[in-house]
C-alpha cells in the first residue's frame, strides 16, 4: 500500500512541476501605448437573473479604453424573471455611443449558455467574438490587449484569465484558492503547448473558426463546457491560439455567496470532464481526482495500519507543500497575493469538497440558476 501512496504522490508532483515550468514560459503581454488599427469586436453577454451583479459588469463596461464604434454588446437574456432588462436599459442609456443590443435566448438544446452563444451568432457581423459573464468586473484594458494580441500573433482564439476577488470569510478564501489553481493548470499547461482549459468569462476568437470546427455541434448534449469544448476542439484542429497574460487582463468574477451554490457550481463543471476530448485533460482530471481521494482515506488507512501514522502524516504534509510551491508561482505569475492564515484548513477542506464533487458529478445532475438539470 506505501509503495502504491508512494507512486501517485510522486506521479502527482511530477505533474504539479510540469505545470509550474509551463507557466515559467509564458510572457507577460507588455501594452503597447497606441495602436494603428482598431478589430471590431462583438461581446456576447448571456444573462438570467443578475440584476444584482449588472451595475458593477455596466460600469465597468463603460470604462473600456477602447473606440465605442468599434465594439457592440450583444445581451441575451435567458428567460430572466427580475429586472435585468431594465437595470441594462436604465444604465445604459448614460452611455449613448456604446451599441447594444438585447436579444431574448432561443433554446435549441439542453444548455442555455451554449445556445445563447448560437442565437448571439446569428446576429452578429464582426469576424472577432468576445464572450464574457454577467457576474463579472473587466479591465478597462480589456479590449486594447485583445486587439494587440490579434496584430501581433494572427490568433484565431485568445484565453485570458478569470480570478475571483480575495475575500475574508473561509467560504471565499477556499474560491480564491480554487480558482488560482485552476488558473495555474491552465497557464501551466499552455506554456507546455498542451492547453485544455479556459473560462468563457475572458475568451475571444473568430466566427471563422467557431464555423470551422462546427461550434457546439459535438457536445450540445452537455448542459456546460462552452468555453472548454470550443478550446479542444480548436487544439484538436490545430488552430492558433494564444494566452493572453497581462495583470491589466484580469476579469474578475463574483465568488458564490453559500457552500450550497458552491457545491452545485462545481458539480457543473465537473460534470463535463467525462466528455473531454483531449487525452491530457482527462488524465489530469483522473490524477488530481485520486490524489485527493488518498488524501481523504490516509486517516482511514492509518487506523487499520494499512500505512503507518507518521508515513501518513508524510504524505499529507508533502501534498499540502507541493500545492503550496504551486500555489506561490501562479500567485506570482498573476501579481496576486496570498493570505496563508486560511491555507491550511483549505488544504484539509479542499480533497473532500473536491471528491464529493467529482462522485456527485457521476448522477450527472445538478441545479443552477433555478434550474435542474441531468445529464
Request: charged share 15%; with cysteine; proline share 3%.
Amino acid at each position: 500500500m506505501e509503495i502504491i501512496l508512494y507512486s501517485l504522490f510522486v506521479f502527482y508532483t511530477a505533474w504539479m512541476v510540469w505545470f509550474i515550468i509551463g507557466m515559467k514560459q509564458i510572457k507577460i503581454t507588455i501594452q503597447k501605448p497606441e495602436t494603428s488599427y482598431f478589430e471590431d469586436f462583438s461581446i456576447i453577454i448571456p444573462f438570467r437573473n443578475e440584476e444584482k451583479n449588472l451595475p458593477a459588469l455596466l460600469h465597468s463596461l463603460s470604462q473600456l479604453d477602447y473606440p465605442t464604434e468599434h465594439f457592440k454588446i450583444y445581451w441575451v437574456n435567458d428567460d430572466s424573471s427580475d429586472d435585468s432588462v431594465q437595470v441594462i436599459e436604465t444604465i445604459l442609456k448614460r452611455y449613448p455611443t456604446v451599441a447594444y443590443e438585447i436579444l431574448n435566448n432561443h433554446r435549441e438544446s439542453i444548455s442555455p449558455k451554449k445556445d445563447a452563444i448560437n442565437w448571439a451568432m446569428q446576429h452578429l457581423k464582426t469576424e472577432w467574438i468576445i464572450t464574457t459573464d454577467a457576474d463579472c468586473i473587466l479591465p478597462a484594458e480589456w479590449l486594447q490587449l485583445f486587439n494587440q494580441t490579434i496584430q501581433e500573433t494572427q490568433a484565431e482564439m485568445i484565453v485570458g484569465t478569470v480570478l475571483i476577488p480575495e475575500g475574508s470569510q473561509l467560504l471565499f478564501q477556499f474560491q480564491y484558492f480554487d480558482l488560482l489553481s485552476l488558473q495555474g493548470v491552465t497557464l501551466g499547461s499552455f506554456g507546455q503547448k498542451n492547453g485544455f482549459l479556459c473560462n468563457g468569462a475572458n475568451l475571444a476568437y473568430t466566427k471563422t473558426l467557431f464555423s470551422q470546427i462546427n461550434g457546439y455541434k459535438n457536445n450540445q448534449n452537455i448542459a456546460s463546457g462552452d468555453d472548454v469544448f470550443l478550446l479542444q476542439e480548436a487544439q484538436k484542429q490545430h488552430k492558433n491560439i494564444e494566452y493572453l497574460l497581462s495583470p491589466n487582463h484580469l476579469v474578475f468574477t463574483q465568488a458564490e455567496s453559500t457552500w450550497k451554490k458552491l457545491f452545485h457550481q462545481r458539480v457543473r463543471w465537473a460534470a463535463k470532464t467525462t466528455q473531454y476530448t483531449l487525452p491530457l485533460s482527462k488524465i489530469i482530471a483522473l490524477v488530481v481526482f485520486i490524489t485527493n481521494l488518498a488524501t481523504i482515506l490516509l486517516p482511514v488507512l492509518a487506523l487499520n495500519e494499512g500505512v503507518d501514522s507518521e508515513k501518513a502524516v508524510r504524505f499529507f504534509i508533502i501534498k499540502i507543500l507541493v500545492d503550496a510551491v504551486f500555489l506561490t508561482v501562479t500567485a506570482q505569475k498573476l501579481n496576486q497575493k496570498i493570505k496563508w492564515g486560511t491555507y491550511l484548513i483549505n488544504s484539509i477542506l479542499y480533497p473532500i469538497f473536491s471528491c464529493a464533487v467529482a462522485l456527485y458529478s457521476w448522477t450527472g445532475k445538478y441545479q443552477w440558476k433555478g434550474r435542474t438539470f441531468a445529464q
